[in-house]
Nanobody
Framework: QVQLVESGGGLVQPGGSLRLSCAAS????????MGWYRQAPGKQREMVVI???????NYADSVKGRFTMFRDNAKNTVTLEMNSLKPEDTAVYYC?????????WGQGTQVTVSS
């Protein structure tokens, strides 16, 4: 069982930056794929970035070059650095953990990009 607690988010102007953090409880953190998803009003939840337990980080095309995800297996945390934010990045962002077909989600944190 994994519990995910997000922090960060808020209101930022276009072109600004935000950082999201996610702290995970439970054991074997390093064996989980970790990532971030987002869901905008009226839209389906979509993958933003995934870091597998082994392998390359996978970013959605819409955020490549602007978002960077970091993973710290010693602290059981992941962070998402978001730069050059656009109004279309506005969404609820969810921390994700997955292993052996079982998925876990954080409670979500709102990111609003608006002038």
């Amino acid at each position: 069982q994994v519990q995910l607690v997000e922090s960060g988010g808020g209101l930022v102007q276009p072109g600004g930056s935000l950082r999201l953090s996610c702290a995970a409880s439970g054991s074997r953190f390093s064996s989980y794929a970790m990532g971030w998803y987002r869901q905008a009003p009226g839209k389906q939840r979509e993958m933003v970035v995934i870091i597998p337990s082994i392998g390359r980080t996978n970013y959605a095309d819409s955020v490549k070059g602007r978002f960077t995800m970091f993973r710290d297996n010693a602290k059981n945390t992941v962070t998402l650095e978001m730069n050059s934010l656009k109004p279309e990045d506005t969404a609820v962002y969810y921390c994700y953990a997955g292993r052996l077909g079982v998925n876990y989600w954080g409670q979500g944190t709102q990111v609003t990009v608006s002038s």
